[in-house]
Structure formats: C-alpha cells, structure tokens
C-alpha cells in the first residue's frame, strides 16, 4: 500500500502562483509514476501532469508554460504559475506503482480576487 499526503492548496489571486506537494509513504519502492489530476463536480478526473521515474514529464496543454512538475519519486510537487480562475477545483495526487494506482484525498485550489 501506498499513502499519499497532499499539502499546498488554498486561495490565489488571478495571475498568482502556488505550490502543492504530495509525499508518499509505506511501499514506495517500485513507483514509476507520480502525478496531479483534477475534478471539477460534476466532471471526469483529468490530467494536470504526471512525471515517470525515468523523468520524463508530460503537462496538459491548457497547463503547458505555465505549471511544472517535479519529483524525486517520493514525494511530487505542482508548480502551478500565472493562475487563472478556471484553474479553479479539486486536485488529486497520483501515484503508479506495480500496476495498481493510489491517489490523495485532494485538496482545494480556489483562484479569485
């Protein structure tokens, strides 16, 4: 098993930046993958961008130039830059490991003046 510990979200003003941070704990050793979607109510759970343990990275192009994610495979972090409010919602740590996927309780990220 593998727990997931999302920390950083919160309130930003329009063109503000912010961090989240997920760290993983228990079974961590074989994880080839970390990641950050997002749900909107109502919506499909979507990728923001994900991160393999070879470093390989891929952004959604709404988010491409603008958020950047990084890891060490322990724990993966969202630089999320130049918000807009439609980046407003629900994001959800991910993890890969061994065929099986493990996600975060979520957290909240509101972008409004």
């Known amino acids: 098993q593998v727990q997931l510990l999302e920390s950083g979200g919160g309130l930003v003003q329009p063109g503000g930046s912010l961090t989240l941070s997920c760290a993983a704990s228990g079974n961590i050793l074989g994880i080839a993958a970390m990641g950050w979607y997002r749900q909107a109510p109502g919506n499909q759970r979507d990728l923001v961008a994900i991160?393999?343990?070879?470093?390989s990275t891929t952004h959604a192009e709404s988010v491409e130039g603008r958020f950047n994610i990084s890891s060490n495979m322990k724990t993966v972090n969202l630089r999320m830059n130049m918000m807009r409010p439609e980046n407003t919602t629900v994001y959800y740590c991910n993890v890969r490991r061994f065929e099986l996927g493990y996600w975060g309780q979520g957290t909240q990220v509101t972008v409004s003046s």
């Open positions: 991160i393999t343990s070879g470093g």
